[in-house]
């Protein structure tokens, strides 16, 4: 995708132009492609992950 944007600033002729657009979508992007990583992968309750576990098993009548 960022290749992508790259090469729609550059084949539109805008290489001599004076802003490198590209560079706000692929900022704010990874910002988020971060804080997305950080809310999936890292768990700052590993128990939160067991209760919810537990919690849905109980519901299907198959829990503790």
């Known amino acids: 995708m960022n290749a ?3 090469g729609i600033w550059f084949f539109t002729g805008s ?4 802003v490198f657009w590209p ?3 692929i900022f704010f992007w990874g910002i ?6 950080l809310s999936a ?4 309750g590993r128990g ?4 919810e ?7 299907e009548g198959r829990g503790p």
């Not at 290489?15 to 004076?18: A, L």
């Open 41 to 44: 992968y890292r768990s700052f």
């Open 15 to 18: 290489p001599s132009g004076v």
């Open 53 to 59: 576990t537990e919690k849905i098993l109980r519901e």
């Open 23 to 25: 560079a706000f979508p």
């Open 4 to 6: 992508g944007l790259v």
């Open 32 to 37: 988020f492609v971060g804080v997305h990583n």
């Open 48 to 51: 939160r992950v067991q209760r």
